[in-house]
């Protein structure tokens, strides 16, 4: 009786108790106080020891062991083969996922984002496929010094369905992943191909998991097609990312059934904006219409009316709905092809802000004042009506071309649109005071022709339309930041943090030898990159400036730790204006809901759903990045000896990146192709230089080359490069030609 006691006193020192009787009806022992238990035993524990240690009944028995399990599947224990429980850390392992490389060799990327990568042999990665979440040992250190590892255990296997190509040999099917980080060949039994033809693209569910004693086996379960069907591009792409593209039934149903209508009882409680007139600015071929805006003179300035897509009336926290938009975490915007967030009876129905239709949403109503700073806000659940639906080009020509016949067909919204445009100068303004980022960069737009293949690639120039509707944006995700931070609600904001001390020594060591410096110290502001960037503007080689100074910069992530947005020069910020597109809008657009609602919002795994929201958005820019690679290739498989000028767009430690003039497509420029000589990448500098010509090839250089292959299973196109005599080669002279080293002694030695 008395150890019955002393075991229910453990349980009553829980660190964690109240989080645990907040989110379960039935609370057992937290993580925290089964670790902190297991090391006060201090030696491996069976189970049923632990148990009994714990004061776990039998009712709860259940729950614990599910507990155990996602312990050991996050590596926070170890079970044994003797079934016994170890702490992980006890026994030097590190959890982590799985990073494959196409040469066979991988890394584990450590949960503990303190904790070093650790280098994974070709050995090693047969035993895994990428993405698979494993506990190491570290072993020492390789030759290059850095960890190296064995695997003991796998925790989670994270492929069970892959897509590849299938490859015939000696009477046996073998398929090869996709995914170039996946390098085992899947092996498919003769009654398990469904008679796939060599070259086909097919989806395989993995029957035997790779293993150091086997190989990985699988089942064909279904025929994509051939590298030259259209659309295939997209479905190699959905599968090979993990991108879920179909909805449940469930999900559907849910959907479907609010119709197309607003119900007129749901307009009770809102303020009803029907009567201004409020209107959409989007791309041509949009059709999710999330934002609509509307300004007019005030007393003190201007009131500027951010109308955004209620998407929280209709997708409710923990629905089906919510949990598939979740897993999704955004729309992923294919050329051609949309895979949204939620079902298009949503995403370009009820919840989109279509013309002359009644639409519920949450306003953001600002006053801004005559120097364009925003005064004061309010947010409040709406009813609207859009009075029109406006492209970027259309509202242009409207406002800055004077197209008399466009002005008159919008006569309804011309005064709306003229204080929108007035607004936005103000605002502007303001952006420049705060000395936020302005980089040049073109855009490009892919066209197609009627069989589906790229026709040509042009490129997308932003006028004042786009600015408009950008800063307005701005302005209601800022405000959005400031409440959430007021009244301390948990949501997710955007952060985008200052640069690491690692890119900045970079980034100087590169300056230097253009005569530029960055003020600021280890802290530079974004005024300190603002003034840089001034200086850069005006150059002959601004454009290899700027990208250099670009790829010095944080990537954004969302966080429920607010860290200011450097980009922006915003000290908070987050995103409120896509929740039709973007799951971490809808998460803000329930937290203010609820605030003015003054009902309570709690967020499990907060901290977790950041991370989750950051990584769909990562997996979203591969899986297009992808599907565009294969189009260009695509497209240049009747080019190959043709003759291009283009310019160095990325150098690596194998050679060069080259960007062709007019077409707007990448092709590699191997190392081996530069000339006669060993070349060695030169990282803060952007160049690969030669040991003995001396000869350098550096970033926004301008070269002539050929296509000399086209790899549709790599998606690579390689070059040769032009004028190459005796291991030097000519560069050709830019229309802004510059060059960098004009004062840099030992460069002229090279010449």
């Known amino acids: 009786m008395k150890n019955k006691k002393n075991n229910r006193k453990i349980r009553d020192r829980d660190p964690q108790k109240a989080r645990e009787i907040a989110q379960y009806e039935n609370p057992i ?21 632990l148990v009994s240690a714990l004061d776990i009944q039998e009712e709860e028995l259940i729950f614990f062991e599910k507990r155990i399990r996602a312990m050991s599947r996050e590596g926070q224990i170890l079970i044994n083969r003797k079934d016994v429980l170890c702490i992980a850390t006890k026994l030097s392992l590190i959890a982590g996922k799985i990073q494959g490389h196409p040469d066979g060799f991988g890394f584990l990327l450590p949960d503990n984002k303190e904790d070093k990568d650790v280098f994974l042999s070709p050995r090693e990665m047969s035993k895994v496929f ?76 993995i029957t035997t998991q790779p293993s150091i004693r086997e ?23 959905l599968r090979k990312h993990h991108l879920p593209y179909e909805f449940s039934k469930e999900a559907m149903n849910q959907a479907n059934q609010y119709g197309s209508e607003i119900d007129p009882n749901e307009i009770t409680g809102r303020i009803d904006l029907r009567q201004l007139s409020l209107i959409t600015i989007d791309g041509e071929t949009a059709r999710d219409f999330d934002d609509a805006v509307y300004a007019e003179p005030s007393k003190d300035g201007w009131r500027l009316i951010v109308a955004i897509a209620d998407v929280s009336a209709y997708v409710n926290k923990g629905s089906n709905l919510d949990e598939e938009a979740l897993e999704r975490g955004n729309s992923v915007y294919f050329p051609r092809r949309v895979i949204p967030m939620l079902p298009e009876s949503l995403s370009n129905g009820l919840c989109s802000l279509n013309p002359n239709v009644d639409r519920l949403c949450m306003v953001c109503d600002m006053n801004i004042s005559e120097l364009g700073k925003v005064t004061s806000y309010t947010f409040y659940p709406s009813v609207m009506q859009s009075k029109a639906r406006l492209t970027y080009t259309i509202a242009d020509e409207i406002l800055n071309k004077q197209n008399e016949e466009l002005k008159k067909e919008y006569q309804h919204i011309y005064e709306n649109l003229e204080n929108l445009h007035r607004i936005f100068k103000l605002l502007f303004n303001q952006r420049k005071k705060r000395g936020a980022l302005e980089f040049d960069s073109t855009e490009t737009s892919i066209i197609f022709d009627a069989n589906g293949k790229i026709d040509h690639i042009k490129p997308i120039y ?18 959005s930041a400031e409440f959430l931070q007021e009244k301390e609600v948990d949501a997710l904001f955007r952060n985008h943090e200052t640069p690491s001390e690692e890119k900045l020594e970079t980034l100087r060591g590169f300056l230097i ?20 960037i001034n200086q850069i503007s005006s150059r002959a080689d601004a454009h290899l400036l700027q990208t250099v100074v670009l790829r010095s ?27 039709i597109r973007r799951y971490p809008d809808l998460i803000v657009h329930r937290a203010i809901k609820a605030k003015i609602q003054k009902k309570k919002l709690k967020i499990k795994d907060i901290e977790r759903l950041g991370e989750h929201c950051s990584g769909t958005e990562r997996r979203a820019d591969d ?86 292959r ?41 010449k």
């Not at 064995?150 to 069970?160: D, P």
């Not at 007019?662 to 030669?690: Q, W």
């Not at 005796?726 to 090279?750: A, L, P, Q, W």
Request: overall charge neutral; hydrophobic content about 35%.
């Open 29 to 49: 022992p937290s993580r925290e106080l089964i670790l902190e238990v297991m090391t006060e035993i201090g030696v491996p524990i069976k189970k049923n020891d």
């Open 130 to 205: 990428n993405n698979d979440r494993v506990m190491i040992q570290v072993t020492g250190e390789d030759r290059k010094g850095r960890l190296e590892g064995t695997i003991i255990e796998v925790l989670e296997r994270a492929n069970n369905i892959i897509v590849g190509r299938v490859v015939q040999g000696n009477g046996v099917t073998i398929v090869a992943a996709e995914d170039k980080r996946i390098n085992q060949d899947i092996l498919i039994p003769y009654n398990l191909d469904l008679n796939a033809e060599e070259g086909q693209v097919v989806e395989v569910e």
């Open 215 to 237: 190989k990985p086996m699988g089942k064909i379960i279904k025929i994509l097609g051939s590298y030259a069907d259209s659309g295939i591009e997209i479905e190699i792409a």
């Open 462 to 479: 932003r006028n004042e339309a786009h600015r408009i509707i950008e800063e307005c944006m701005l302005a209601a995700n800022v405000c």
């Open 513 to 532: 030898e253009f005569g530029l410096f960055l003020d600021g110290g280890n802290s530079p502001t974004v005024k300190h990159y603002g003034q840089l």
């Open 553 to 579: 910069m944080q990537q954004a992530v969302y966080s429920n730790q607010n860290k200011g947005h450097f980009g922006l020069a915003y000290e908070s910020y987050t995103h409120f204006t896509s929740p």
């Open 623 to 708: 899986a297009t990045r992808d599907v565009e690679s294969w189009l260009k290739c695509y497209f240049m498989q009747d080019k190959i000896g043709e003759i291009y000028e283009g310019t160095i767009s990325g150098v690596t430690g194998f050679g060069l990146f080259v960007e062709l003039d007019g077409i707007f497509i990448e092709g590699l420029l191997h190392v081996t192709e530069l000339g006669n000589d060993y070349f060695t990448f030169e990282k803060s500098k952007h160049a690969m230089v030669g040991e003995r010509t001396h000869l350098s090839y550096r970033l926004g250089d301008r070269l002539k080359v050929k296509v000399v």
């Open 710 to 750: 086209v790899d549709m299973e790599t998606s690579k196109i390689d070059l040769a490069l032009m004028n190459v005599n005796n291991g030097k080669s000519k560069k050709i002279k830019s229309r802004k030609d510059t060059n960098h080293f004009s004062k840099n002694k030992r460069v002229r030695k090279r």
